[in-house]
């Protein structure tokens, strides 16, 4: 009886060496980052797996996909108006997304966006048709989203995207 429960018991107590501290990184993370000075942002997830997140953009509330394959942030050309965005003065850049032919985009400087507590000011963005994506999503029942938070906010606020928890991290930066 003792040669079969002891390799059992072996069994348990290794796996308890690999859960326990998984379990209390998890729970850890947030206080380690809050410590370095990271800001947690709530994030939401779509039936369709993409994570989102709500935010204001020039003291403007609104909806953004967030993105770590998009190298800028990308806000819609049909709400560019609503976040008060003066395309006339950027000229046409070339753009690429994904299930999109060549694309043109607008660059805007001068913005301010906040995602919780997390604030980034004087930070350029493009501007350009989002069709593409938000017909996409139009598609499986879901409402159109006002941009996409890309690459240039999270390398610069240094994020973490915990998805057990879905929470963004980001620091914030001097301006």
Do not use: W
């Not at 953004?64 to 998009?70: E, H, P, T, V």
């Not at 046409?92 to 906040?114: E, F, H, W």
């Amino acid at each position: 009886m003792k040669n079969k429960i002891l390799p059992g018991l072996c069994a348990l107590l290794l796996s308890l060496l690999f859960i326990v501290p998984a379990y209390a990184q998890k729970s850890d993370l947030r206080s380690f980052l809050t410590k370095e000075g990271y800001i947690a942002i709530k994030l939401n997830k779509l039936l369709i797996g993409h994570l989102y997140l709500e935010g204001t953009l020039n003291g403007v509330k609104g909806k953004f996909i967030l993105d770590s394959g998009a190298g800028a942030t990308v806000i819609d050309e049909t709400v560019k108006d609503k976040f008060k965005l003066n395309t006339d003065k950027g000229g046409d850049i070339p753009a690429a997304g994904a299930g999109s032919a060549s694309l043109t985009a607008k660059m805007v400087a001068g913005n301010t966006l906040v995602l919780g507590n997390y604030k980034r000011g004087d930070f350029s963005l493009a501007v350009m048709n989002l069709d593409h994506v938000n017909n996409a999503l139009k598609a499986v029942g879901i409402s159109p989203f006002d941009g996409v938070i890309g690459a240039d906010i999270l390398s610069s606020g240094k994020a973490v995207i915990d998805y057990a928890t879905l929470t963004l991290y980001l620091q914030n930066i001097a301006h």
